[in-house]
């Protein structure tokens, strides 16, 4: 696979703007273990390759373990997920999948019972953040296997 175009370079002013939402979402107070299975997850969903390598890098240098990773995209089926983490997951799912179903009152109502307000109103801009991500880094054709995830400190 090629890479189509260099986006940030013909238009650095929105990777800047999209950057910093992420930027915000990550500063947000989430649970980075939660964002991940998120990012991760959708990007699943999407097919996006280059995201899928990010977010499962970046989820193992922040201590992820494999057989979550692994078993991610049959999370219903484990018991390796939380419920706050299993209705993260369902409302990643409704949201990415928008087409189907809409964003079902079911679904909802667990997410938001979960998280509340303010975690479902963070969790769900993620959610659209991401999915921007997915749809940058498929249209452009980003190369999987080149992201490398930068170093932790110690908080």
């Known amino acids: 696979m090629t890479e189509r175009l260099r986006y940030g370079k013909a238009f650095p002013e929105g990777i800047h703007a999209l950057l910093d939402l992420g930027k915000t979402i ?30 499962t890098k970046d989820a193992r240098a ?3 373990t494999e057989q979550r ?11 390796f997920f939380t419920a706050r983490e299993r209705a993260a997951l369902a409302w990643t799912e409704a949201l990415t ?10 679904v909802y109502e667990e997410a ?3 998280l509340g307000d303010a975690d479902l109103v963070k969790l769900t801009l993620a959610i659209a953040y991401i999915n921007a991500w997915n749809r940058i880094a498929i249209g452009f054709r980003s190369e999987p296997g080149t992201y490398q995830p930068k170093p932790r400190t110690a908080s």
Do not use: K, V
């Open 26 to 55: 990550n500063n947000s107070g989430l649970e980075r273990s939660l964002l991940h299975l998120a990012f991760t997850r959708a990007s699943q969903l999407n097919g996006c390759a280059y995201c899928i390598d990010m977010h």
């Open 62 to 64: 922040d201590g992820e």
């Open 69 to 79: 990773l692994y078993a991610l995209d049959a999370w219903r089926e484990t018991p």
């Open 97 to 106: 999948n928008i087409q189907q179903g809409h964003a079902p009152d079911e």
């Open 112 to 114: 938001h019972r979960e």
